[in-house]
């Protein structure tokens, strides 16, 4: 993949094409929901 | 009387494609705003039909041209986000850079955000793009675009991106210029070329003339397909890069001893010949944040002594004497694809 996050905790995750072929918004939704899975593991 | 077709006014967009030559039409929000008109040089053809002569000296008469494809070079600036970085707010020239072969990451640590670009491996992971000119009332759309770029700066100015860009070519047709509603404000502004820190391993106090930064990626690598219903040319397949940086300065005292540079001192000819100890090259443009941007030689986690002096000229401005060096940038182990990073944070 050629976008990649590097996560609060550290952790690399890398965008899938199909959502970086959509845009910035839907890359910030991508993004939003890696935080909020961070959250959920965080509280597990 | 209808009115001439003019080159006044232009538009330019570029959106990330999802799979390579499949179009992904750039919308209004995929603008990407170019100093001057972008230079199109479509369309091309693989074969142009020509068939030669006769046997009576005339020529033949030509069958239609086959393999359509065509290049579009265009200028443009820096210009950060002008807010925080975001998965949604980036450097404006973004997906250009990204089809030149470097990947993206972001970092959105409060206070810190920023998005730096390093070399990618390929060929899967390569992003194409989608890329529409339009010019003089015309739209000239590629598709499965590759290109490469280069940074010059000629003096204390804001330095010229400019990209250079190939794909496979659709027919021109009439068409308006999109509204594009991306351009950055109007009261973002670019960063100049001012208190750039150039660093050459420990070598700081240069006094600096200009600097030239070329990605060197091979681009132009066509792809015949003969099975091709409507176009034979299927795209391009990128080749290796060679990024340098050039720059011109004034001479200093030349440095004595190993490794060829102080703080004060420059020998370039004994680092230009040994080239045992790589050292670190970078420079800034500009000094806001969410503005600015950087480039170093190493990974995108920080500078590293991965440059190598190639080249130095003796040369002249006028009466002063001046060096104009080459800088290669290379990876850290033979595998690595980190030999440069350019940061905007």
Known sequence: MAVRYIMPNGEVVPVPQDVVSQGPAAEQSFYDNQMARLAAEGSE | MSAPKTRNKWGFGAKIESTYGTVNAPTATDGVLTLEVPEVDQPQFLNDGDRGVTPGGASRPGVNQSGRWGGVRVSSEWIGGGAAYSASVKPHLDVLKRICGLEATGSFTGGSENWKYAPEAGPASLESATVDAYVGGQLYRLTGCYGTFEITCDGPGVP?????????????????????????????????????????????????????????????????????????????????????????????????????????????????????????????????????????????????????LLDVQDTNEGPTKTWTLTIGFRPSTYLAEDEFAIVGD
Not at chain 2, 216 to 245: I, M
Not at chain 2, 246 to 266: I, K
């Open chain 2, 160 to 308: 010229r991106w400019d990209f250079d860009i190939v794909g496979i070519a659709d027919v021109v047709t009439d068409a308006a210029i999109l509204a594009f509603s991306n351009y950055p404000a109007i009261n973002n502004p670019p960063p100049k070329a001012e208190n750039i820190a150039l660093t050459i391993g420990t070598f700081t106090g240069g006094k600096v003339r200009s600097f030239h930064f070329v990605e060197g990626r091979e681009k132009d690598q066509a792809r015949a397909d003969l099975n091709g219903v409507s176009n034979q040319h299927a795209g391009f397949t990128p080749g290796s890069r060679s990024p340098t940086l050039e720059v011109v300065l004034e001479r200093t005292t030349l440095a004595t001893v190993a490794p060829w540079h102080t703080a004060t001192t420059l020998n370039p000819y004994r680092l230009a010949e040994d080239r045992a100890a790589s050292f670190i090259c970078s420079l800034n443009v500009g000094s806001v944040q969410y503005k600015r941007f950087k480039l170093w030689s190493g990974p995108i986690a920080a500078a590293a002594a991965q440059a190598q």
